[in-house]
């Protein structure tokens, strides 16, 4: 709080941007955590996390007040006009102290607890374990054994296993690791189900003009004949080769094909960090300009080269993904850039994401970021800024690529995906805010000694905590990865993704992340999503709302001396008998057709006494009137009053109908049905009263 030189100041105008330039008048509150704009009606509020802020910006005094900026890492921005200069200074002062992070010791993971977060510290870390990822994939075997790197004496940026061909001896490996840069030496990430084409990864080798390593050599090869007596070995450099030569030039390089044998060398032309850097600088540049026209939108994005460099990494990707099937002559590949950790990672979890179907659910997703990023040394710390001390010239949004990458794979195939792009949105805010423990570190070895585990939350806890928000409505897994996965949760199959999903055509800017805080711009795609989300939610209510009644109808029967035959006759003059739902004479328990066998059973108690009172309170259980699926520009919510628009994702109350934003709206049991169901607070607050004073 010493930081916090004036914590309220009144008066303030929010600029709206993409309305016009829309005049705003509230109240601007500072706290050590959070930045919050709240206007005079209390239906706009403005919530910018401290963690979030990239830098803040003051311009020249204008006749209306000082203007202050506010640039986000999530790609907010945030323009206020303060009436008096002197607060617009203090403000300026207080929130350029608040972000700044001299150490990794200073991020807010090692002080806060992340906001509406239940869990505890120690639950999430052991979400992933990487030699059960490895069993899943049938490892080890004859051909692949794995290699303890436990005291990282092999190579410090490594995980403590990896997995290396069983023929390749010990000298081999050493030797080969001498070889490479920063003793990265080619290990294996993926397998086949097939268990003979393999995806390793590496670092360049020190070759340079005239160096050579026998053991490297040898190392390669075996890596072919581990593989089966397949075709050659491909060697994929994600670099342009006149980078390669540069590095070549100072005692790096490439493999050179007349002295490693039997394999086949190809560049990808994928550019370095400092030109993904400046790429996204000129897009967002543009991007972010309301008052842009059409002609230089276009002509600037295309100058940005962003979308080509994601089409670069996508196309290299599928190259890989789709040359180790069998059909496609069943490759193995080792891939590499300079280093093993920026292009490295990008292309090979890409390609795996296109191969493997366990890697598009919502567990797998979270398991491959483990494995390809976090334990094969992503250096998230320095590519993402997260402290003062790190070089600019590290920083470059390689991670960001990655979640674009996939963002424009899953727009393309959302029936492929178990998660939606919300959970993209969430892993780019996790990765730069330093507000979770997961994303610190540049290896294994870095977050062991910081003793993220013991210190920090995990982001692995937020996800499993909120994975309602998280799921994909449209997800329909492959019958093979399906059927594989009634005797097991995490099958080895393969599902290759279609080759249009390289076409240039479909590729085009993320407005949902690069626009995201402009909520006068609609999320289309993901509300869309969200309304069918809604909508099976809704069903599923009505539904159980079905099997309540049907079983009270029943009861009544009993009362009535009618027998169930009877009033099954009657029932089926309302509707098609054939198609609607049934109950046997000697089933307790309600029986609906659903699309999710998980789902399709509901459990309704049988009441001890039926009571008009007790009819009267299960007719309100659902709601059955006309519900508007979205909301309007000005709707608000009922619980808090908050504009709709500006909060996401919304969704209906299923005892009142009403649209609730996510923060007053929650699922529960407490309703007749007993099946867990969203309602907002008020209802909740009811329901439970009457099961209490059943009770």
């Known amino acids: 709080m010493d930081h916090i030189k004036l914590p309220k100041v009144d008066n303030v105008t929010f600029i709206d941007r993409f309305n016009g330039y829309a005049w705003i008048q509230g109240v601007l509150r500072i706290t050590v955590t959070h930045t919050f704009f709240i206007d005079d009606s209390k239906r706009h509020e403005i919530w910018i996390q401290t963690c979030l802020i990239d830098r803040v910006e003051r311009l020249p005094l204008t006749a209306y007040g000082a203007p ?91 995980p403590g296993l990896l997995f290396v061909p069983e023929i390749a001896d010990r000298t081999t490996l050493l030797g080969s690791a001498n070889f490479r840069s920063r003793r990265r030496l080619p290990v294996l990430t993926w397998i086949h189900p097939n268990g003979k084409a393999v995806l390793c990864r590496s670092s360049q080798p020190l070759s340079g003009l005239t160096s050579k390593s026998v053991d490297d050599q040898l190392m390669l090869r075996c890596i072919r004949c581990a593989s089966g007596d397949g075709p050659l070995l491909y060697v994929v450099d994600t670099r342009p080769p006149l980078n390669a030569l540069t590095n070549r030039a100072q005692g790096k390089g490439y493999e ?16 370095n960090i400092h030109a993904v850097r400046g790429s996204l600088e000129k897009l967002l540049k543009v991007y972010q300009d309301p008052k842009v026209s059409l002609k230089d939108l276009n002509s600037a994005v295309d100058k940005s080269s962003w979308l080509r460099y994601l089409r670069l990494i996508v196309e290299a990707a599928y190259f890989i993904a789709s040359r180790m099937e069998p059909e496609a002559g069943g490759y193995s590949f080792l891939v590499h850039c300079s280093d093993g950790w920026d292009r490295t990672a990008q292309v090979c979890s890409l390609a795996q994401l296109m191969i493997d179907p366990y890697y598009r659910t919502f567990n797998g997703f979270q398991a491959l970021i483990e494995k390809d990023w976090l334990y094969f040394g992503h250096k998230f710390t320095d590519r993402c800024g997260l402290v003062d001390s790190v070089d600019p010239r590290e920083v470059s949004p390689i991670f960001v ?83 594989a996965r009634k005797t097991t949760n995490r099958p080895h199959v393969t599902a290759l993704l279609p080759a249009f999903v390289t076409s240039p055509h479909l590729f085009g800017p993320w407005a949902d992340l690069f626009l995201r805080r402009e909520w006068r711009i609609p999320s289309v795609s993901q509300r869309t999503v969200e309304v069918v989300d809604d909508l099976k939610t809704q069903t599923k209510a009505l539904s159980a709302y079905s099997c309540l009644l049907r079983k009270r109808v029943l009861e009544l029967s009993k009362l009535l001396g009618k027998s169930q035959a009877e009033i099954r006759d009657l029932l089926s003059l309302n509707g098609n008998r054939e198609e609607a739902p049934y109950m046997d004479d000697d089933d307790d328990y309600a029986v609906v057709n659903d699309s999710d066998s998980s789902q399709s059973t509901f459990k309704t108690p049988v009441s001890d006494s039926l009571t008009m009172e007790g009819i009267s309170k299960d007719l309100s259980v659902v709601n059955t009137r006309d519900v508007n699926l979205v909301a309007g520009a000005m709707s608000t919510c009922p619980g808090c009053s908050v504009l709709l628009a500006s909060q996401t994702p919304y969704a209906h109350c299923v005892r009142c109908g009403q649209l609730v934003c996510s923060s007053c709206l929650s699922p529960t049991d407490a309703n007749p049905t007993g099946v867990m169901l969203p309602f907002c607070k008020t209802c909740q607050r009811q329901t439970t009263a009457v099961k209490q004073n059943n009770l």
């Open 68 to 158: 202050l900026i506010i640039r986000g890492k999530d790609f907010r921005v945030a323009c206020f006009l303060i009436r008096h200069d002197r607060d617009c200074q203090k403000v300026y002062d207080t929130l350029t102290r608040l972000a700044q992070v001299p150490s990794i010791q200073y991020l807010p993971c090692f002080r806060d607890r992340p906001l509406g977060l239940l869990a505890e510290r120690c639950q999430g870390w052991d979400f992933f374990d990487l030699r059960s990822d490895f069993e899943r994939m049938g490892l080890p075997n004859n051909s692949w054994v794995a290699l303890d790197n436990s005291s990282y004496q092999i190579c410090d940026t490594y």
């Open 401 to 483: 690529q990655f979640l674009d990458c996939t963002h424009h794979l899953l727009e393309l195939l959302p029936e492929a995906f178990e998660f939606n792009s919300r959970m993209l949105l969430e892993l780019h805010d996790h990765s730069r805010s330093g507000l979770y423990g997961t994303f610190i570190g540049c290896s294994e070895r870095e977050r062991m000694q910081l003793g993220l585990s013991q210190k920090t939350y995990s982001s692995w806890a937020y996800f499993a905590e909120n994975r309602h928000l998280f799921i994909n409505p449209l997800y329909k897994p492959p019958v093979a990865f399906a059927q």
């Open 256 to 271: 050179d094909v007349n002295v490693y044998k039997d394999i086949i060398l190809r560049f990808l032309q994928i550019p």
